[in-house]
């Protein structure tokens, strides 16, 4: 049976997606670049069924999104100040952080290593619902594992309609370029991923790169 569709913006959509998360479901949501697929990120069952619906590699961690950067202790175990300078210059955004993470964090979120990435998105529906939720989203393409990325409720249907529990519809979303991923674990800081905040803009704040 496929997941039942909810235009974003109805009446407690946001709420009902929330409940969801919270009762260890999974959610499909739009974003700033495509549909994501979240899970609760401190349940580790619900990260399970997250690994289990795309078919993903075990070995492939599972981003973080938070609502704001005041949610970065909730995921990293150290916040340095160059992370601070670099959130509250790019995010909401696309620049994803990798950071020391917290002991507390199901291992399998972060594929058994000791580091998270981290990322506040700009898009107001997917902050609201990781407001809502009062925890951090696991949040991962809502495709299936190695397919393309869908930037609409209709392609999140084709591939994961029978495996997730809501699908927030918010209309397509802009597609485009994967976030940059910054590692902030080494000395110097290492890119990880190319993406639309460039290394130009980086060396604005970071004294050097890797």
């Given at each position: 049976m496929n997941a039942p569709v909810l235009p974003a913006d109805s009446k407690d959509a946001i709420a009902q997606a929330a409940r969801l998360l919270?009762?260890?479901?999974?959610?499909?949501?739009p974003t700033d670049t495509v549909y994501g697929v979240g899970a609760h990120a401190c349940d580790a069952s619900a990260v399970e069924r997250l690994y289990v619906a795309k078919e993903r590699p075990r070995d492939m961690a599972i981003p973080v999104l938070l609502a704001t950067v005041a949610g970065l202790p909730l995921v990293a175990r150290e916040v340095p100040p160059v992370a601070r300078r670099l959130a509250e210059a790019f995010w909401p955004g696309a620049l994803t952080l990798v950071l020391p993470r917290r002991p507390g964090l199901p291992a399998i979120l972060t594929a058994g290593g000791?580091?998270?990435a981290v990322r506040v998105p700009d898009h107001p529906l997917t902050r609201a619902l990781i407001t809502a939720l009062g925890a951090p989203l696991a949040g991962t393409s809502a495709n299936l594992s190695g397919q393309p990325s869908p930037v609409t409720a209709a392609e999140v249907m084709a591939y994961l309609g029978g495996r997730v529990d809501l699908v927030l519809d918010g209309g397509p979303c802009p597609g485009g370029i994967p976030s940059t991923v910054l590692d902030l674990t080494c000395d110097p800081p290492r890119v990880l991923r190319p993406g639309p905040v460039t290394e130009a803009a980086l060396r604005t704040i970071l004294s050097s790169l890797a």
């Open positions: 919270t009762a260890g479901g999974l959610v499909v949501f000791d580091s998270v």
